[in-house]
């Protein structure tokens, strides 16, 4: 059961806005995937509006094509630990969620970062968990493709492990720094982690006290078959896409019913898709938006996208676009449940290739409504009310200004119904979003230090 009925809300935090035109927008910052000012200005917004918190997403390189590179607004941003690092010094109550792969950091180093932000902001920092998705990724590390799709899970769920086991390694009391006594930390509380597993041998312990929430919350997008074994076993708060609302009900109940196989409580796995909205007071100023966005997308950057976010097993530029798009694709190493989803909606639509393009520049794949704040409010409200979302991570067509009209006309429409809190309830991310902080495994087995 939830908690209450009111929907959890997190904000994309993307540079200059999620369509693929947007950094052409007349109220975007040309440079603001490097502008600190931009980001700060998008986050205090969010956090005005009592969003739960920003999220900000990441690869390890650039996956873009040539063709599309010369075109697109987002090869010059921070890295995300880094940023949200710099805003929860100028935030106060706002959740801070970054992504880091387990493909391609190490669990120690990785544990140190999350640590450091969770005392940074006092409690506020979430681990988007991925895999990574993209060879040119892995040819930055010494590689010339990834490692197979469920062998990066496997990896991933022991990287998990291992950091959850290092921010153990110190009790939350751990450290007395008695002056009088002479006694700065109290050793009995202190475990040596000793890991040797598939893919990870880690001693410990960390030389970071225990983060503040216990762990960092996490987060995870998958929704392939290992994917959503991974979620239901691990994850906190799970990002999704799916425009379909029948859809969206059937996975919010698989993986609610997988997570209870875990011995996990339903609201202890909170379930937010992705929301492309595009507001106007009225339809047609929503649709002449869109239309103004997609005007600004050269081909080149919409079939780029479509390219990549079908796994790269496509070659677009070589087809008849206007042929109807097949039933199945082969089979991606990269993001299995995006193709698998995109081509779906696809063959239920009988899209061609020029549609679907199109679909993908706008949206890729997330449920997009383009309207008045009463129609963007239903959709929410009705997919929260039947059970296929717990909340939504929203992406705005375009910041500032898609940010700005979704929190002054969306935000009090579904205050008004009843469905979004109006303030902060707690003081960390764990509070604010009613997920349990995890005790200590080592205390509450009582294992003596070693």
Not at 120 to 128: D, E, I, K, P, V
Not at 228 to 243: D, G, N, S, W
């Amino acid at each position: 059961m939830r908690a209450n009925d009111e929907m959890k809300l997190g904000l994309y935090l993307a540079r200059v806005g999620y369509h693929e035109g947007a950094w052409r927008d007349p109220s975007a910052p040309a440079n603001g995937g490097v502008d600190i000012d931009h980001f700060v200005g998008l986050t205090r917004l969010a956090e005005g509006a009592a969003f739960h918190f920003v999220f900000l997403a990441d690869h390890q390189g650039v996956i873009d094509d040539h063709a599309t590179m010369a075109r697109v607004g987002r090869n010059d941003g921070f890295e995300p630990i880094t940023l949200l690092s710099a805003l929860s010094s100028r935030t106060q109550d706002i959740g801070l969620v970054a992504t880091a792969t387990t493909t391609y950091y190490q669990p120690y180093h990785l544990a140190r970062l999350f640590a450091s932000l969770d005392h940074l902001s006092q409690g506020r920092a979430a681990w988007n968990i991925v895999t990574s998705a993209m060879d040119p990724e892995a040819q930055n590390f010494g590689e010339k493709r990834l490692p197979d799709h469920d062998t990066r899970y496997a990896r991933a769920r022991e990287f998990v492990e291992v950091v959850k086991g290092l921010w153990d390694t110190w009790q939350d009391d751990a450290f007395v720094r008695d002056k009088q006594a002479g006694i700065y930390t109290d050793t009995s509380k202190l475990h040596v982690l000793n890991h040797r597993g598939n893919y990870y041998s880690v001693r410990g312990p960390l030389n970071s006290a225990r983060p503040p929430q216990g762990y960092p919350v996490l987060v995870q997008a998958g929704a392939s078959n290992a994917g959503i074994e991974f979620a239901a076993e691990l994850a906190e708060v799970v990002f999704t896409a799916e425009p379909s609302l029948e859809n969206g009900k059937r996975y919010y109940a698989n993986l609610k019913q997988k997570a209870r196989a875990f011995g996990r409580q339903d609201d202890q796995v909170l379930i937010m898709p992705g929301i492309v909205p595009i507001v106007g007071r009225t339809k047609q100023e929503a649709s002449e938006k869109l239309q103004r966005l997609r005007s600004d997308t050269h081909i080149d950057v919409q079939i780029g996208a479509a390219d990549l976010w079908l796994g790269s097993v496509t070659d677009l530029r070589s087809m008849d676009l206007d042929s109807l798009v097949p039933e199945t694709l082969r089979q991606t190493n990269s993001i299995q449940s995006r193709q698998k989803l995109l081509v779906d909606v696809a063959v239920r639509q009988k899209l061609t290739w020029r549609q679907l393009i199109q679909l993908v520049s706008d949206s890729k794949g997330h449920l997009m409504i383009v309207g008045t704040p009463e129609e963007i409010a239903d959709a929410m409200v009705g997919t929260f009310d039947q059970h296929a979302a717990d909340g939504f991570n929203v992406l705005p067509a375009t910041v500032p200004g898609g940010l700005k009209d979704f929190v002054e006309l969306v935000v009090p429409e579904l205050r008004r119904r009843g469905k979004f809190r109006s303030k902060y309830s707690g003081q960390t991310l764990r509070e604010n979003l009613s997920l349990k902080r995890p005790p200590n495994r080592f205390a509450q087995a009582g294992v003596s230090s070693r």
